[in-house]
């Protein structure tokens, strides 16, 4: 778990999180100790703000943001406070799987599919990883169906939040994460790794977040439990940046494991 934060520091300055069309729409986040500058790959970073943007004022109603995470579903999607914490297991969590030592162990070990029932996802889970400039790296997209993994997020069922990507749509229509916003409080998602273990996680929490203030503590700060964040676009698309003005963010927490 200790080279699991050092790697989620490291890599945690500059990081942007990839958007669906066209690998354009993705999200830059600062330090963990300061409000992020957030930016959607279409313009120099806006500097941080007290008040809500209007995105945000459109989506929660209220220049007063939650002070946590809302449930989803019928609920609807919502950004909560900057500084809200990731919302509270929906079900009772089990113990993290221990971190595999070896580095050669750690080369092999990582998540192969992850289905989520309600949505009708049945996917490959495929690598990403930052390049020099601080890009995450978005799924091919030639192939809507695969997801991506932050190779430097925790693998799936290890403790700390593990991150996995996927476009909301490409030019040919509908992607993997296309009704990603439908999820909402108690649904299941389900992650397979490549050592044969399967991790069973809840969702606990779904909101729809404007690029500009992504939060970015609430997403990648470390955990003692084992919890995943999925991640795609949402909201109105910009046609002229080619990119969602938001983000739909799942949080869940690992709530069975076998294998």
Request: proline share 9%; aromatic share 4%; glycine share 10%.
């Amino acid at each position: 778990m200790t080279e699991q934060k050092s790697l989620m520091s490291r890599a945690m300055p500059g990081l942007l999180i990839a958007g669906s069309l066209a690998g354009v729409g993705v999200v830059m986040v600062g330090l963990l100790s300061v409000v992020p500058a957030v930016d959607d790959g279409s313009g120099p970073a806006p500097a941080a703000m007290d008040q809500p943007t209007t995105v945000q004022i459109e989506n929660a109603g209220a220049f007063v943001l939650p002070p946590s995470v809302g449930p989803g579903g019928k609920a609807g999607l919502t950004p909560a406070r900057l500084d809200a914490p990731p919302p509270l297991a929906a079900v009772p969590t089990v113990a993290p799987i221990p971190a595999v030592k070896t580095k050669a162990a750690k080369a092999k070990t990582r998540p192969t599919r992850i289905r989520i029932p309600k949505i009708k996802v049945n996917a490959p889970i495929g690598r990403v990883t930052v390049d020099i400039k601080g890009n995450l790296g978005t799924p091919s997209l030639s192939k809507p169906n695969l997801t991506g993994w932050y190779r430097f997020s925790p693998v799936p069922g290890e403790a700390g939040p593990s991150v996995i990507n996927g476009h909301v749509s490409t030019r040919k229509g509908a992607a993997v994460f296309a009704r990603l916003s439908e999820l909402a409080k108690g649904d299941q998602i389900y992650v397979s790794r490549s050592d044969g273990k399967v991790t069973r996680f809840t969702v606990s929490g779904i909101e729809q977040v404007s690029k500009s203030s992504f939060p970015t503590n609430r997403v990648y700060g470390n955990t003692d439990d084992a919890q995943l964040r999925l991640i795609t676009c949402g909201g109105v698309f910009n046609k002229g940046a080619h990119s969602y003005k938001d983000n739909i963010i799942v949080y869940a927490t690992l709530s069975k494991k076998k294998g």
